[in-house]
């Protein structure tokens, strides 16, 4: 198979992990709250039309930003009874809880299969150590198959400024066209085209695709759906 990239870029929330919307029932259960504790399930609210997530209506009319978004949603969880179980908010506690599938499936072989294949793996994330603590992330054994990181909550920068883009590209140690991006946030992809990276949207609705996008790049069999 042809390869036109050599390395794997990947933002972590909804890209490589799962989303809230996708975890929030099992949570939910799991600690016996009710339904809809967090409020909204974003996207999948909208495709299915019984629900409306208006914060969702609210950061897609640009009144509020991502960050805003998923923090003011924790907060109504958390006033709605949402235990913090010991963490600083609830983003940590519900993907660092026991029982909770937090990983993308499609996004873990992927990883796997570049880290095997010898190719540069990265990570470019705007709060991956601010949501949930730099202690824990590198304790998982995924950790060590990404060669960088590149956190905006540590840098000062954030997507879609160039800064950030600029720093993961130079310690992947490849040229921006040799390396594929990919991030859930349509400003965030333009971000990464602005600066050369090929750059994939991921539609959370149909991960999936966006990986066999990648593993295509990349010279790697597709994997398809696994979950």
Request: glycine residues 10%; negative net charge.
């Given at each position: 198979m042809?390869?036109?990239?050599d390395?794997l870029?990947?933002?972590?929330g909804v890209?490589f992990f799962k989303s809230?919307?996708?975890v929030a029932d099992?949570?939910?259960?799991?600690e016996?709250?009710?339904?809809?504790t967090?409020?909204?399930?974003g996207?999948f609210?909208?495709?299915?039309?019984?629900?409306v997530?208006?914060k969702?209506?609210a950061?897609?009319?640009?009144?509020i930003?991502?960050?805003?978004?998923?923090?003011?949603?924790?907060q109504?969880?958390?006033d709605r009874g949402?235990?913090l179980?010991?963490h600083?908010?609830l983003?940590?506690?519900m993907?660092q809880?026991?029982?909770?599938?937090?990983?993308?499936?499609?996004?873990?072989a992927?990883?796997?299969?570049?880290?095997?294949?010898?190719?540069?793996?990265?990570?470019?994330?705007?709060?991956?150590?601010?949501?949930?603590g730099?202690?824990?992330?590198?304790?998982q054994?995924w950790f060590?198959w990404?060669d960088?990181?590149?956190?905006?909550?540590e840098?000062g920068?954030?997507?879609?400024?160039?800064?950030?883009?600029e720093?993961?590209?130079d310690?992947?140690?490849?040229?921006?066209d040799?390396?594929?991006?990919?991030?859930?946030?349509?400003?965030y992809?333009?971000?990464?085209e602005?600066v050369?990276?090929?750059s994939i949207?991921l539609?959370?609705l149909?991960p999936?695709v966006?990986?066999d996008q990648?593993a295509?790049?990349?010279g790697?069999?597709p994997f398809?759906?696994?979950?």
């Open positions: 042809t390869r036109a990239c390395g870029l990947l933002d972590v890209v809230v919307w996708e099992d949570f939910e259960r799991m016996g709250l009710p339904p809809r967090f409020p909204g399930r996207p609210d909208v495709q299915s039309g019984e629900f997530d208006e969702w209506d950061y897609r009319r640009g009144e930003g991502e960050r805003e978004y998923w923090l003011s949603s924790a109504v969880a958390v949402a235990p179980n010991g600083p908010q983003m940590r506690a993907f809880r026991d029982g909770i599938e937090a990983i993308r499936p499609e996004g873990l992927l990883l796997k299969a570049a880290h095997d294949a010898g190719l540069r793996t990265g990570i470019l994330s705007n709060e991956l150590m601010d949501f949930q730099r202690t824990w992330v590198e304790a054994e060590g990404f960088i990181v590149v956190d905006s909550s840098l920068a954030r997507k879609p400024d160039p800064e950030p883009y720093v993961a590209i310690l992947m140690g490849l040229p921006a040799r390396q594929v991006f990919i991030d859930d946030n349509p400003s992809v333009a971000g990464g602005r050369g990276l090929n949207l539609d959370v149909e999936w966006a990986y990648a295509q790049l990349l790697l069999e398809g759906r696994l979950s």
